[in-house]
């Protein structure tokens, strides 16, 4: 039988819900696929809520909101826009496609938009084919990607990144200094870097210890970097040494604080 | 569980009672029924019997849309006891039957996914109690200009204390300086006096003269304000609302067209002064320069909407007094909006006020001219020709602009300034004289360039904005709010910057505090809160992922 | 309920829906008297606002739900006020309920009816380039969602009343008479368009491709009758170019009205943006003769339709517009009056900016409420300067359009202006018992 | 004692001239009476010298050339014959008496037939007596241009002018004359630059064709405007920029004098009915002049005015008429001519009034305005009903009057003239009139009713390379509409048209040229009249 794709949608109430119910209105039709979930707006979109969806093995996830300017929330979908950014370079860095993920603006007037993005999008997702996590054998290397990536985007320093990031570029930083575009997507992708391999440390050391230089075979990380992170992890009390092997010291997670 | 067919509109479409069947295997769902309409007055009676029947403590509808019907079931299921919070919706009908017409089999496997969705999320709602709370009867008006004056006057009409700051010590702003006012040309100091008359008798205003905003704490209905006066003594009051009326200033165009230079180049301004002080001798030509400082290509980009009326009606002035005096407007497109500023235009043109029309690009020249006349040079855009008129007097059309000290005030309020520097609103369109922040109003000049006519509309528009909370004296808003676990939270003040409704401020502990009535939960402070401290009534992190679990048949982990 | 604790509004455009909201929020009865089936009013068909670009019907449906759900407001729809009497605190008011020839209790809005109709009609929301059913709803987000059949083209085939499960339909409905009493009234009839054939020499209703910019806007729009793609209508092709020509009717002192619009200017500027964001190979020219840009962000807004999209600013208004009628393509006549050339331009479309004016039917609300209009038919203010929304009746506010010409936001702020006069009478008017 | 007869004679260089030379060497006397002016030939004399001549108070004009065959250039002296004689019929109209003009083939070597022809002449004219025209019109006042400017800017609502541009982006020749823009001359006139204004060619540019005035928003009248400057604007610019070297002006003027006894009722088809006591007054207009001024047009103008009397006398109306009807003025009123218009006016009301008819009908858009709305305003209580051909036609038609018998199987375009359209808003009866004949299909131009576009000239002003354009871009607009008949109820629309098209024209002849006629003319011929 036809690959059927699943697809989640998290649509904001005021402009992009109303748009799939006036593609209904107006008996536009399009593809079954699409399952939706009605939030106020489409800022409540968490990226962590995405992931845990995808995670589950949704096909293709489609987060719409209001056209900037729209937002019935002032400006809820710019902080979305960003928040989607910084999610689909997180997704790049796991083994799942970021194209998975699609934020568009739908507002309440434009059904015939709405019907034909999920159109597309499912076409999209056809070509893509059956997420890798999709079924009961989920692929266990990607899930735990997955799973890092996950409890990246749930992490402080991303997460007070982006909730900066309008603040920092509009009006400068505490110290009231311009912050470009770009110097902040360079802090922001270094972050995304660190905050990933850590948590991906950390899920590995969690099934059995590991050494360092373990570590940076299964990552393929030059170990000094590794120990690195080893460092930062242990200073937040993410890891611990659990045992010395000869001189090697295998680290293990703490579940404590966590 | 209720499942409607909606006539034939689910019904044909979607196996209805295939759905129903399904429903009853769904976890927790003790009852499961179709109805023809369950929106119609039977089948809400049906609602109301299930929940006693079966005292349910959740309930779902599957039909259409929750943006036009959920309240009506919401109230049906408090009639029956329900709190309303635990009443969850299924559109089956414009997200499928109808967006799903020619495949009727996969339309009622979508149904069932919908129900399973809706179930998933009931399951984790919680009753919820909607905030409410009481609002002081009585409003700050800052400005007491004729902006100012009428909203407190209206106000006060309507039975609330009203508390009249003005930072000079003596009421009536911009009209104190001006002559007449079109387009009646009643005297201002007539008209003002009318309303300062009114002012000081009405036992609900207190004026505070030579008084300015020092502090303002709090939010909607209970505004904690503290006055200074000049002579230093302060005061505090708690007032339910606040309204901006703080006029504006009229630009100095220091350096322009040589004013400054020649002590016979003067603003529009100065010009009505002398008009209305009856110190204007004789002038053979006059030239007033339009656009002076306004509708600039960097800085002053707006347009000052009232200079153009002002000119017209000053030169109508000089003719009456000096019906023999050439006067020259030489101005750039002629702001002669509404009803009956095009008359004005038309009366000047009778008088033979002489009108030319010049380009931003080429702006004209004022040159000292033989015997302490000026020469202005300007380049007619319509004739492409150079032309200088000579003239004793040139009087320069500048714009108003915001008050040096209007950022102060908006950070004492928490309420931005446009780019143009005058008070920016809550939204353009349909929210022009509220700001976003509740309870926090503006009117008059403090928005943008107006005549008095337009002020005082905006004035008794305030009026209406800020007794709505006042009258009804408790505020209940939707549950649908932001809830800050303190323990979880570290201060960092991202939920602060984000939230555009000043709804979440750190408290005396430096942890993030929610009103609840301010906030209109939207959730985007919870889905950034870097602590995940911030849950989000009614949609938490928990409802919401289950839905999308259970879009995927998965059961919640 | 006290008589003067109520307030009557009629209009339900914008600037009746905003009085009628800041009355209600604050307690107070309202009954919102409409004339057509639906509330809503201009606003309902505009594609997007200027200077924001805000989708209008997606800012303004919330507001129309909330006047249909708010506890204090009674919607009156479809039905004219026929006698007003008494005086401020105690009117006593008769409205005619015209027959929707639909049950609105047992309605749903499904629109089974209006699926099964076979009587097709040009739809009046679209401008009559759209069509509906004999039964309908003006467009999708109507309040209230209840159908109408239209008497005039409906064939009495009953396929509607047979296909109609809730049994909505009643062919046999009569017209109804509601008796109220209000302590105050709300003006707001809001505008009509001038008739831009008495300018023949733009050739409206005589070529396909010449349109008034209401037309225009539907056509923009994504809920109009071409599901927003911009196409002629005289041969469906896209067009490459279009010209918009500015105060047809207004400012004239022969073969229209002396007043300028005030809205013109802008809402041409946010369509010429519109066509730029559909086709970015779709030239724009607006022939204008005086930009008005006295409001909020308008020059910022005009500079950028200029710099940003490229849409072209001409300083003249055309003598005539002339067609080819094998290809249907226009020529436009005018004078650069910048560069003083008179030259012609072709165009595939010509969009004609009319002149709003206040509504014919004032006349009679005048009479009806003994209310004096100016000489082009707008409500006359007690005191342009210091009372601008109260009239020569105390108890009697005037907001919005019919009291002078202005946009959406000047409405709105004098909606809540009149709103607060009215409760203000109110207030200090004795309160009557009625029942 | 009578005062000796003047005579204005133009002589050829290489004979007549010659001639006299001779006469005089051979010291053969002949009266003093003669003013000789030398032109090289007499092909070179133009009807208007001779007009002129006369209006000026001349009693006889002689031309004289070399005898046929002798011309130095080959046939000069041809030509001249055939204009004298043409010349000859319009003094005839005038009253003058042809046998004022002579015209006599004078060799070098006949210095005796010179003084004979001029001893006869003399003699002649002493019989006849003097030129009725002597001691012509006193001359006028002089005006104040900027009590005139002033007062038509206000009157005509100049002052209101928003400088839209729409009146040039209407008016017929601001599209091929880009230095012509009645904005731009507006513009300067509120500057103050009237007199650099008046003195330009601006105000002769105007068409007064009302298409400008029509559509501008703030009811400029522009061109009752222009009309009102030109009275105080250079005669000589407008003496440059007259066409037909002023010839028809020069008509006009002469019918202002009093003495004027002219025959110009010889049109008058034989058996046609017209009685002095009818209420209907049909005023003819310069017809019978213009059928000479333009002979050569051969557009049989004299048609008209029979049509008209044929198809009322049909209908058993005998309408009254003038037999020494002065034109109405319309072209002095339009090149500021005011003192002249009101003569002719006064003298023709004044005829008017002698008949006692309450209604006027005239077949002559120019008579039609000029009557209707220029006597009224200017004369006050002209209590007549003026009506234009069309109308009393229609009228006609309605009351079942007039009966068509047969098909009259055409395809007609209907050409709305600016006075009777723009100026007067008669746009329905021509056409009813026109749709009522069986067989007759109905087409329109784009260009139609208020929006119709001028013939290109008015009252002789301006005819240059512009009007031509317009004139035949209106002709292949009504071409192109596939008619094979082009119809209009004016005369001169008809003579300007004809006048273009009998040149060299810029495009294929095909394109331009279509049968043309008269309204009366065409229901004439339906009624089976002519």
Same mark, same amino acid.
């Given at each position: 039988?036809?690959?059927?794709?699943?697809?989640?949608?998290?649509?904001?109430?005021?402009?992009?819900?109303?748009?799939?119910?006036?593609?209904?209105?107006?008996?536009?039709?399009?593809?079954?696929?699409?399952?939706?979930?009605?939030?106020?707006?489409?800022?409540?979109?968490?990226?962590?809520?995405?992931?845990? $969806?995808?995670? @589950?093995?949704?096909?293709?996830?489609?987060?719409?909101?209001?056209?900037?300017?729209?937002?019935?929330?002032?400006?809820? @979908?710019?902080? $979305?826009?960003?928040?989607?950014?910084?999610?689909?370079?997180?997704?790049?860095?796991?083994?799942?496609?970021?194209?998975?993920?699609?934020?568009?603006?739908?507002?309440?007037?434009?059904?015939?938009?709405?019907?034909?993005?999920?159109?597309?999008?499912?076409?999209?997702?056809?070509?893509?084919?059956?997420?890798?996590?999709?079924?009961?054998?989920?692929?266990?290397?990607?899930?735990?990607?997955?799973?890092?990536?996950?409890?990246?985007?749930?992490?402080?320093?991303?997460?007070?990144?982006?909730?900066?990031?309008?603040?920092?570029?509009?009006?400068?930083?505490?110290?009231?200094?311009?912050?470009?575009?770009?110097?902040?997507?360079?802090?922001?992708?270094?972050?995304?870097?660190?905050?990933?391999?850590? @948590?991906?440390?950390?899920?590995?050391?969690?099934?059995?210890?590991?050494?360092?230089?373990?570590?940076?075979?299964?990552?393929?990380?030059?170990?000094?970097?590794?120990?690195?992170?080893?460092?930062?992890?242990?200073?937040?009390?993410?890891?611990?040494?659990?045992?010395?092997?000869? $001189?090697?010291?295998?680290?293990?997670?703490?579940?404590?604080?966590? | 569980?209720?499942?409607?067919?909606?006539?034939?509109?689910?019904?044909?479409?979607?196996?209805?009672?295939?759905?129903?069947?399904?429903?009853?295997?769904?976890?927790?769902?003790?009852?499961?029924?179709?109805?023809?309409?369950?929106?119609?007055?039977?089948?809400?009676?049906?609602?109301?019997?299930?929940?006693?029947?079966?005292?349910?403590?959740?309930?779902?509808?599957?039909?259409?849309?929750?943006?036009?019907?959920?309240?009506?079931?919401?109230?049906?299921?408090?009639?029956?006891?329900?709190?309303?919070?635990?009443?969850?919706?299924?559109?089956?009908?414009?997200?499928?039957?109808?967006?799903?017409?020619?495949?009727?089999?996969?339309?009622?496997?979508?149904?069932?996914?919908?129900?399973?969705?809706?179930?998933?999320?009931?399951?984790?709602?919680?009753?919820?109690?909607?905030?409410? +709370?009481?609002?002081?009867?009585?409003?700050?008006?800052?400005?007491?200009?004729?902006?100012?004056?009428?909203?407190?006057?209206?106000?006060?009409?309507?039975?609330?204390?009203?508390?009249?700051?003005?930072?000079?010590?003596?009421?009536?702003?911009?009209?104190?300086?001006?002559?007449?006012?079109?387009?009646?040309?009643?005297?201002?100091?007539?008209?003002?006096?009318?309303?300062?008359?009114?002012?000081?008798?009405?036992?609900?205003?207190?004026?505070?003269?030579?008084?300015?905003?020092?502090?303002?704490?709090?939010?909607?209905?209970?505004?904690?304000?503290?006055?200074?006066?000049?002579?230093?003594?302060?005061?505090?009051?708690?007032?339910?609302?606040?309204?901006?009326?703080?006029?504006?200033?009229?630009?100095?165009?220091?350096?322009?067209?040589?004013?400054?230079?020649?002590?016979?180049?003067?603003?529009?301004?100065?010009?009505?002064?002398?008009?209305?002080?009856?110190?204007?001798?004789?002038?053979?030509?006059?030239?007033?320069?339009?656009?002076?400082?306004?509708?600039?290509?960097?800085?002053?980009?707006?347009?000052?909407?009232?200079?153009?009326?002002?000119?017209?009606?000053?030169?109508?002035?000089?003719?009456?007094?000096?019906?023999?005096?050439?006067?020259?407007?030489?101005?750039?497109?002629?702001?002669?909006?509404?009803?009956?500023?095009?008359?004005?235009?038309?009366?000047?043109?009778?008088?033979?006020?002489?009108?030319?029309?010049?380009?931003?690009?080429?702006?004209?020249?004022?040159?000292?001219?033989?015997?302490?006349?000026?020469?202005?040079?300007?380049?007619?855009?319509?004739?492409?020709?150079?032309?200088?008129?000579?003239?004793?007097?040139?009087?320069?059309?500048?714009?108003?602009?915001?008050?040096?000290?209007?950022?102060?005030?908006?950070? +004492?309020?928490?309420?931005?300034?446009?780019?143009?520097?005058?008070?920016?609103?809550?939204?353009?369109?349909?929210?022009?004289?509220?700001?976003?922040?509740?309870?926090?109003?503006?009117?008059?000049?403090?928005?943008?360039?107006?005549?008095?006519?337009?002020?005082?509309?905006?004035?008794?528009?305030?009026?209406?904005?800020?007794? +709505?909370?006042?009258?009804?004296?408790?505020?209940?808003?939707?549950?649908?709010?932001?809830?800050?676990?303190? +323990?979880?939270?570290?201060?960092?003040?991202?939920?602060?910057?984000?939230?555009?409704?000043?709804?979440?401020?750190?408290?005396?502990?430096?942890?993030?505090?929610?009103?609840?009535?301010?906030?209109?939960?939207?959730?985007?402070?919870?889905?950034?809160?870097?602590?995940?401290?911030?849950?989000?009534?009614?949609?938490?992190?928990?409802?919401?992922?289950?839905?999308?679990?259970?879009?995927?048949?998965?059961?919640?982990? | 309920?006290?008589?003067?604790?109520?307030?009557?509004?009629?209009?339900?455009?914008?600037?009746?829906?905003?009085?009628?909201?800041?009355?209600?929020?604050?307690?107070?009865?309202?009954?919102?008297?409409?004339?057509?089936?639906?509330?809503?009013?201009?606003?309902?068909?505009?594609?997007?606002?200027?200077?924001?670009?805000?989708?209008?019907?997606?800012?303004?449906?919330?507001?129309?739900?909330?006047?249909?759900?708010?506890?204090?407001?009674?919607?009156?729809?479809?039905?004219?006020?026929?006698?007003?009497?008494?005086?401020?605190?105690?009117?006593?008011?008769?409205?005619?309920?015209?027959?929707?020839?639909?049950?609105?209790?047992?309605?749903?809005?499904?629109?089974?009816?209006?699926?099964?109709?076979?009587?097709?009609?040009?739809?009046?929301?679209?401008?009559?380039?759209?069509?509906?059913?004999?039964?309908? =709803?003006?467009?999708?987000?109507?309040?209230?969602?209840?159908?109408?059949?239209?008497?005039?083209?409906?064939?009495?085939?009953?396929?509607?009343?047979?296909?109609?499960?809730?049994?909505?339909?009643?062919?046999?409905?009569?017209?109804?008479?509601?008796?109220?009493?209000?302590?105050? =009234?709300?003006?707001?009839?809001?505008?009509?368009?001038?008739?831009?054939?008495?300018?023949?020499?733009?050739?409206?209703?005589?070529?396909?491709?010449?349109?008034?910019?209401?037309?225009?806007?539907?056509?923009?729009?994504?809920?109009?009758?071409?599901?927003?793609?911009?196409?002629?209508?005289?041969?469906?092709?896209?067009?490459?170019?279009?010209?918009?020509?500015?105060?047809?009717?207004?400012?004239?002192?022969?073969?229209?009205?002396?007043?300028?619009?005030?809205?013109?200017?802008?809402?041409?500027?946010?369509?010429?943006?519109?066509?730029?964001?559909?086709?970015?190979?779709?030239?724009?020219?607006?022939?204008?003769?005086?930009?008005?840009?006295?409001?909020?962000?308008?020059?910022?807004?005009?500079?950028?339709?200029?710099?940003?999209?490229?849409?072209?600013?001409?300083?003249?208004?055309?003598?005539?517009?002339?067609?080819?009628?094998?290809?249907?393509?226009?020529?436009?006549?005018?004078?650069?009056?910048?560069?003083?050339?008179?030259?012609?331009?072709?165009?595939?479309?010509?969009?004609?900016?009319?002149?709003?004016?206040?509504?014919?039917?004032?006349?009679?609300?005048?009479?009806?409420?003994?209310?004096?209009?100016?000489?082009?038919?707008?409500?006359?203010?007690?005191?342009?300067?210091?009372?601008?929304?109260?009239?020569?009746?105390?108890?009697?506010?005037?907001?919005?359009?019919?009291?002078?010409?202005?946009?959406?936001?000047?409405?709105?702020?004098?909606?809540?202006?009149?709103?607060?006069?009215?409760?203000?009478?109110?207030?200090?008017?004795?309160?009557?018992?009625?029942? | 004692?009578?005062?000796?007869?003047?005579?204005?004679?133009?002589?050829?260089?290489?004979?007549?001239?010659?001639?006299?030379?001779?006469?005089?060497?051979?010291? !053969?006397?002949?009266?003093?009476?003669?003013?000789?002016?030398?032109?090289?030939?007499?092909?070179?004399?133009?009807?208007?010298?001779?007009?002129?001549?006369?209006?000026?108070?001349?009693?006889?004009?002689?031309?004289?050339?070399?005898?046929?065959?002798?011309?130095?250039?080959?046939?000069?002296?041809?030509?001249?014959?055939?204009?004298?004689?043409?010349?000859?019929?319009?003094?005839?109209?005038?009253?003058?008496?042809?046998?004022?003009?002579?015209?006599?083939?004078?060799?070098?070597?006949?210095?005796?037939?010179?003084?004979?022809?001029?001893?006869?002449?003399?003699?002649?004219?002493?019989?006849?007596?003097?030129?009725?025209?002597?001691?012509?019109?006193?001359?006028?006042?002089?005006?104040?241009?900027?009590?005139?400017?002033?007062?038509?800017?206000?009157?005509?609502?100049?002052?209101?002018?928003?400088?839209?541009?729409?009146?040039?982006?209407?008016?017929?020749?601001?599209?091929?004359?880009?230095?012509?823009?009645?904005?731009?001359?507006?513009?300067?006139?509120?500057?103050?630059?009237?007199?650099?204004?008046?003195?330009?060619?601006?105000?002769?540019?105007?068409?007064?064709?009302? *298409?400008?005035?029509?559509?501008?928003?703030?009811?400029?009248?522009?061109?009752?405007?222009?009309?009102?400057?030109?009275?105080?604007?250079?005669?000589?610019?407008?003496?440059?920029?007259?066409?037909?070297?002023?010839?028809?002006?020069?008509?006009?003027?002469?019918?202002?004098?009093?003495?004027?006894?002219?025959?110009?009722?010889?049109?008058?088809?034989?058996?046609?009915? !017209?009685?002095?006591?009818?209420?209907?007054?049909?005023?003819?207009?310069?017809?019978?002049?213009?059928?000479?001024?333009?002979?050569?047009?051969?557009?049989?103008?004299?048609?008209?005015?029979?049509?008209?009397?044929?198809?009322?006398?049909?209908?058993?109306?005998?309408?009254?008429?003038?037999?020494?009807?002065?034109?109405?003025?319309?072209?002095?009123?339009?090149?500021?001519?005011?003192?002249?218009?009101?003569?002719?006016?006064?003298?023709?009301?004044?005829?008017?009034?002698?008949?006692?008819? *309450?209604?006027?009908?005239?077949?002559?858009?120019?008579?039609?305005?000029?009557?209707?709305?220029?006597?009224?305003?200017?004369?006050?209580?002209?209590?007549?009903?003026?009506? %234009?051909?069309?109308?009393?036609?229609?009228?006609?038609?309605?009351?079942?009057?007039?009966?068509?018998?047969?098909?009259?199987?055409?395809?007609?375009?209907?050409?709305?003239?600016?006075?009777?359209?723009?100026?007067?808003?008669?746009?329905?009866?021509?056409?009813?009139?026109?749709?009522? !004949?069986?067989?007759?299909?109905?087409?329109?131009?784009?260009?139609?009713?208020?929006?119709?576009?001028?013939?290109?000239?008015?009252?002789?002003?301006?005819?240059?390379?512009?009007?031509?354009?317009?004139?035949?871009?209106?002709?292949?607009?009504?071409?192109? *509409?596939?008619?094979?008949?082009?119809?209009?109820?004016?005369?001169?629309?008809?003579?300007?048209?004809?006048?273009?098209?009998?040149?060299?024209?810029?495009?294929?002849?095909?394109?331009?040229?279509?049968?043309?006629?008269?309204?009366?003319?065409?229901?004439?011929?339906?009624? %089976?009249?002519?």
């Amino acid at each position: 039988m036809t690959f059927e794709p699943r697809i989640v949608g998290f649509l904001c109430n005021w402009c992009s819900y109303a748009g799939a119910d006036l593609a209904g209105v107006s008996r536009i039709s399009y593809p079954t696929n699409i399952r939706i979930i009605r939030l106020m707006c489409s800022g409540r979109v968490d990226p962590v809520f995405v992931l845990e $969806t995808l995670a @589950n093995g949704a096909d293709g996830v489609m987060v719409m909101g209001c056209h900037p300017g729209d937002c019935h929330y002032v400006e809820g @979908n710019l902080q $979305t826009e960003r928040k989607i950014k910084m999610l689909k370079k997180l997704i790049a860095r796991t083994g799942l496609e970021p194209e998975r993920v699609r934020l568009e603006w739908v507002s309440a007037s434009e059904g015939g938009r709405f019907a034909e993005l999920v159109k597309e999008f499912t076409n999209q997702i056809k070509a893509l084919g059956p997420s890798p996590l999709v079924g009961e054998k989920p692929d266990p290397n990607i899930l735990e990607d997955l799973l890092a990536a996950k409890a990246t985007a749930g992490d402080f320093r991303l997460r007070v990144l982006v909730g900066k990031e309008k603040g920092m570029i509009d009006d400068g930083n505490v110290y009231g200094e311009e912050v470009s575009q770009e110097e902040f997507d360079k802090t922001m992708d270094e972050a995304i870097d660190a905050e990933y391999v850590r @948590n991906k440390i950390y899920l590995m050391v969690r099934k059995e210890p590991l050494s360092v230089k373990e570590l940076s075979k299964r990552l393929d990380l030059d170990p000094q970097a590794v120990l690195r992170h080893m460092v930062v992890m242990r200073r937040r009390g993410m890891v611990t040494v659990d045992r010395i092997e000869g $001189t090697t010291p295998l680290y293990a997670a703490l579940e404590v604080g966590r | 569980m209720f499942i409607c067919h909606c006539g034939i509109n689910i019904g044909g479409i979607v196996n209805v009672p295939e759905v129903v069947k399904y429903a009853m295997t769904l976890p927790n769902v003790v009852y499961s029924e179709g109805n023809l309409y369950t929106c119609s007055s039977e089948g809400l009676s049906k609602i109301k019997e299930g929940i006693g029947k079966y005292n349910l403590n959740r309930v779902i509808v599957a039909s259409c849309t929750p943006r036009t019907h959920e309240p009506l079931f919401r109230a049906t299921c408090e009639e029956a006891g329900v709190n309303k919070y635990l009443f969850e919706m299924a559109n089956i009908r414009e997200h499928c039957s109808w967006a799903h017409m020619h495949e009727p089999d996969k339309a009622t496997e979508k149904a069932k996914d919908i129900v399973r969705m809706a179930v998933a999320k009931a399951r984790l709602l919680k009753p919820q109690e909607e905030p409410e +709370i009481d609002v002081a009867p009585s409003a700050l008006v800052i400005g007491g200009g004729i902006s100012g004056m009428t909203a407190a006057l209206c106000l006060a009409d309507q039975g609330f204390k009203v508390y009249l700051v003005e930072k000079e010590p003596e009421l009536g702003g911009m009209l104190r300086h001006l002559h007449k006012l079109y387009p009646t040309m009643v005297d201002a100091s007539e008209g003002l006096n009318k309303i300062v008359e009114a002012v000081k008798p009405n036992k609900n205003i207190e004026v505070w003269k030579s008084t300015v905003v020092k502090q303002v704490k709090g939010f909607i209905g209970n505004f904690d304000v503290s006055f200074q006066r000049e002579n230093g003594e302060t005061a505090n009051f708690r007032v339910g609302t606040i309204i901006v009326a703080t006029g504006a200033d009229v630009f100095e165009p220091v350096g322009m067209y040589g004013y400054e230079k020649y002590d016979n180049v003067i603003t529009q301004f100065k010009l009505e002064q002398l008009l209305k002080g009856g110190q204007l001798e004789k002038p053979e030509r006059v030239v007033m320069i339009q656009c002076t400082g306004a509708r600039e290509e960097k800085g002053r980009t707006y347009c000052s909407r009232i200079c153009c009326m002002t000119a017209l009606k000053n030169a109508l002035l000089v003719k009456e007094s000096y019906p023999e005096t050439d006067v020259y407007i030489l101005f750039r497109d002629l702001q002669t909006y509404g009803k009956e500023y095009e008359e004005w235009h038309r009366m000047a043109q009778d008088r033979g006020v002489k009108f030319i029309k010049y380009a931003l690009e080429k702006p004209p020249e004022v040159v000292a001219g033989n015997n302490g006349k000026l020469t202005v040079d300007v380049y007619h855009a319509l004739l492409n020709e150079q032309v200088q008129i000579e003239s004793d007097l040139v009087v320069l059309s500048t714009p108003l602009v915001q008050h040096e000290d209007a950022k102060e005030l908006s950070q +004492i309020l928490k309420v931005p300034l446009g780019p143009d520097g005058f008070f920016f609103e809550a939204h353009v369109k349909l929210r022009p004289i509220d700001f976003a922040t509740d309870g926090i109003y503006v009117c008059g000049t403090a928005h943008s360039p107006k005549d008095t006519a337009e002020s005082v509309s905006q004035a008794l528009g305030v009026a209406s904005r800020a007794a +709505i909370p006042m009258a009804v004296k408790r505020l209940r808003t939707e549950a649908i709010t932001a809830t800050v676990d303190e +323990i979880l939270c570290s201060g960092c003040g991202t939920c602060v910057t984000i939230c555009p409704y000043g709804a979440i401020e750190k408290d005396e502990k430096g942890v993030a505090r929610v009103t609840a009535v301010v906030c209109k939960g939207c959730g985007t402070c919870g889905a950034s809160c870097p602590e995940k401290a911030i849950s989000m009534r009614h949609f938490t992190d928990e409802q919401v992922v289950a839905q999308a679990l259970a879009a995927l048949g998965r059961a919640v982990a | 309920m006290e008589a003067s604790k109520s307030v009557l509004v009629i209009g339900g455009g914008i600037a009746g829906m905003q009085a009628s909201l800041d009355l209600a929020s604050r307690g107070l009865k309202v009954y919102l008297a409409e004339k057509t089936p639906s509330i809503g009013g201009r606003m309902a068909q505009l594609d997007k606002t200027f200077p924001t670009m805000d989708c209008s019907i997606c800012i303004l449906a919330p507001k129309m739900i909330e006047c249909f759900r708010h506890p204090n407001i009674t919607l009156l729809t479809y039905s004219e006020v026929q006698e007003v009497s008494g005086s401020a605190g105690n009117f006593t008011v008769k409205i005619l309920k015209k027959p929707r020839f639909i049950n609105e209790e047992k309605c749903t809005g499904c629109g089974v009816c209006a699926q099964h109709c076979p009587v097709e009609v040009p739809n009046e929301f679209d401008m009559g380039i759209g069509v509906r059913k004999a039964i309908y =709803v003006p467009f999708p987000q109507a309040v209230p969602l209840k159908y109408t059949v239209d008497e005039e083209n409906c064939l009495k085939c009953r396929l509607c009343q047979r296909m109609c499960q809730a049994e909505a339909v009643d062919l046999n409905q009569k017209p109804e008479v509601v008796h109220l009493n209000v302590g105050a =009234v709300v003006v707001a009839t809001g505008f009509e368009l001038f008739d831009v054939q008495r300018r023949s020499e733009y050739g409206y209703g005589k070529y396909q491709n010449v349109l008034i910019s209401l037309e225009f806007e539907r056509l923009l729009s994504a809920s109009g009758p071409t599901g927003g793609h911009l196409l002629r209508l005289s041969d469906g092709r896209i067009p490459k170019r279009i010209a918009f020509i500015q105060c047809v009717g207004s400012r004239s002192l022969k073969g229209g009205v002396s007043f300028c619009s005030s809205a013109c200017c802008m809402y041409a500027t946010k369509e010429a943006i519109l066509i730029r964001e559909h086709e970015p190979e779709c030239e724009v020219y607006i022939f204008y003769n005086e930009l008005k840009v006295f409001g909020k962000g308008f020059q910022d807004f005009v500079t950028r339709a200029q710099n940003d999209w490229g849409v072209k600013y001409v300083r003249a208004l055309p003598g005539e517009v002339l067609e080819d009628s094998k290809t249907g393509d226009l020529t436009l006549w005018y004078e650069d009056t910048r560069e003083n050339v008179t030259k012609s331009i072709k165009a595939d479309i010509v969009v004609l900016c009319p002149a709003l004016v206040p509504r014919a039917a004032n006349k009679e609300v005048g009479v009806i409420l003994g209310l004096e209009l100016d000489e082009h038919g707008f409500f006359k203010p007690k005191d342009s300067l210091f009372a601008p929304v109260d009239t020569n009746v105390l108890g009697v506010f005037i907001c919005g359009y019919c009291q002078s010409p202005k946009d959406i936001p000047e409405s709105v702020a004098q909606a809540s202006a009149a709103a607060a006069r009215a409760a203000e009478v109110i207030a200090l008017s004795p309160s009557k018992e009625v029942h | 004692m009578t005062a000796e007869p003047k005579i204005v004679a133009f002589l050829c260089n290489w004979c007549s001239y010659a001639g006299a030379d001779l006469a005089g060497m051979s010291r !053969i006397s002949y009266p003093p009476n003669i003013r000789a002016i030398r032109v090289m030939c007499s092909g070179r004399v133009d009807p208007a010298f001779v007009i002129q001549a006369f209006e000026t108070g001349a009693d006889g004009v002689l031309v004289s050339g070399c005898h046929p065959g002798d011309c130095h250039y080959v046939s000069g002296n041809l030509k001249a014959e055939k204009r004298m004689q043409n010349t000859r019929k319009l003094l005839k109209l005038l009253g003058l008496g042809p046998e004022r003009l002579r015209l006599e083939w004078i060799s070098t070597a006949e210095g005796a037939k010179f003084a004979q022809v001029v001893t006869g002449f003399t003699e002649e004219l002493r019989r006849i007596g003097p030129n009725p025209l002597k001691a012509g019109g006193n001359p006028k006042a002089p005006v104040s241009t900027k009590e005139v400017v002033s007062k038509a800017l206000k009157k005509t609502n100049v002052q209101y002018c928003l400088e839209c541009g729409k009146c040039s982006g209407s008016c017929p020749i601001s599209r091929i004359n880009e230095a012509y823009s009645p904005r731009r001359t507006v513009e300067r006139f509120l500057l103050g630059y009237e007199d650099k204004v008046l003195l330009g060619t601006d105000v002769w540019t105007c068409l007064t064709c009302f *298409t400008c005035s029509e559509r501008c928003p703030s009811d400029v009248r522009f061109p009752e405007f222009v009309r009102a400057c030109r009275s105080v604007a250079s005669k000589e610019v407008m003496e440059e920029l007259c066409a037909h070297r002023g010839i028809p002006l020069s008509l006009s003027r002469i019918m202002t004098n009093p003495r004027i006894k002219q025959e110009r009722m010889g049109w008058l088809p034989n058996g046609a009915e !017209i009685s002095q006591k009818s209420g209907l007054l049909y005023f003819v207009g310069c017809l019978p002049y213009f059928d000479v001024v333009f002979e050569d047009f051969n557009l049989d103008l004299l048609k008209i005015p029979q049509s008209v009397v044929k198809a009322l006398n049909k209908v058993g109306i005998k309408p009254a008429m003038l037999g020494n009807e002065k034109c109405c003025g319309h072209d002095l009123l339009w090149t500021g001519d005011v003192e002249n218009f009101e003569k002719l006016a006064k003298m023709n009301v004044a005829d008017f009034k002698e008949t006692g008819a *309450t209604r006027i009908v005239t077949a002559c858009p120019e008579c039609y305005r000029t009557l209707k709305k220029d006597y009224a305003e200017r004369l006050g209580n002209f209590d007549f009903e003026v009506l %234009h051909v069309s109308e009393l036609l229609s009228e006609l038609v309605d009351k079942g009057q007039i009966k068509f018998e047969g098909e009259l199987p055409r395809k007609v375009v209907y050409h709305d003239s600016c006075r009777l359209g723009r100026h007067m808003g008669v746009y329905a009866p021509p056409r009813k009139v026109i749709a009522s !004949i069986p067989g007759v299909e109905m087409v329109e131009m784009g260009r139609n009713r208020e929006n119709a576009v001028c013939c290109g000239v008015n009252a002789w002003m301006s005819c240059n390379k512009y009007s031509k354009e317009v004139q035949i871009d209106r002709l292949m607009e009504a071409k192109a *509409t596939g008619a094979d008949l082009l119809v209009t109820a004016c005369p001169k629309c008809q003579i300007h048209w004809k006048c273009v098209t009998s040149e060299k024209l810029p495009v294929n002849p095909e394109e331009v040229t279509m049968e043309m006629r008269d309204l009366s003319v065409l229901v004439a011929e339906a009624m %089976h009249l002519t």
